[in-house]
């Protein structure tokens, strides 16, 4: 009777152990990568500002870091360093900044693609990288506000492969990609879609969406700022077409 007694303690506690367990590796750990280029090749015709670049990208890098509590990771592909020192140092704990110069490419949505390539490959010994299970990739021009409780971060609940906007239009099989979450895992093949299949991030967006993935649509996010290649706005980051 005392070894029957033992033995359901035993495993009532064994049972208790692995749920918790699962619970906690159920739950999602996000970074956040945010794409910027301050002299975009793609778009060599037109006239871009590179102070207003620099400052958009200033002002919405300190929104990330200030208004957020995730890791923050900076990719810059024209080979400029735009971060001050000062700026760098305060958040070391949090900030991480990656430059380098991308060749000729394609178009903006190849770049990017390619910019995320770069920034994973360097990150592959990083401990947040490494303990993360999700990555948000934003465009540099945008913040995102109130962004953690859309993620629900560090909350126990359904973990989803893909986090998108609402943005998309099917009859030209389109979907936008200022902000894309996404398993972490998930992000090679999505990226080898663009380089070698799609030309493009939002036509590969749509059908990699399509795939039997468990997907979530965050938004909306209040937005004043054009985009970089259509030089249009977007004002919510939510609506569609």
Not at 131 to 145: A, C, D, M, Q
Request: charged share 25%.
């Amino acid at each position: 009777m005392l070894f029957y007694c033992l033995f359901i303690l035993l495993l009532v506690f064994f049972i208790i152990v692995m749920e918790r367990k699962f619970r906690i590796e159920k739950k999602t750990k996000w970074m956040v990568v945010l794409t910027t280029v301050i002299y975009p090749k793609a778009y060599h015709n037109r006239n871009f500002d590179e102070s207003y670049r620099k400052d958009l990208y200033m002002k919405q890098l300190t929104r990330w870091l200030e208004e957020t509590e995730l890791p923050i990771v900076v990719v810059e592909s024209s080979g400029t360093d735009w971060i001050p020192s000062t700026l760098k140092t305060k958040w070391k704990h949090r900030l991480q900044f990656y430059t380098f110069e991308l060749q000729e490419t394609v178009n903006s949505s190849v770049a990017e693609a390619q910019s995320l390539q770069y920034v994973f490959a360097k990150l592959r010994n990083d401990q947040n990288y490494n303990t993360s299970s999700h990555i948000l990739k934003v465009t540099g021009r945008y913040f995102l506000p109130n962004i953690e409780n859309k993620l629900e971060v560090d909350q126990e609940h359904d973990v989803y492969d893909l986090y998108l906007q609402h943005h998309r239009h099917d009859e030209v099989q389109w979907h936008n990609c200022e902000y894309i979450g996404m398993k972490k895992k998930l992000w090679f093949p999505f990226l080898d879609m663009i380089v070698n299949k799609y030309q493009g991030m939002e036509h590969a967006l749509y059908h990699f969406s399509q795939k039997n993935y468990k997907v979530k649509y965050i938004g909306p996010f209040q937005n004043t700022v054009f985009r970089g290649g259509a030089l249009d706005t977007i004002h919510d980051l939510y609506i569609d077409f």
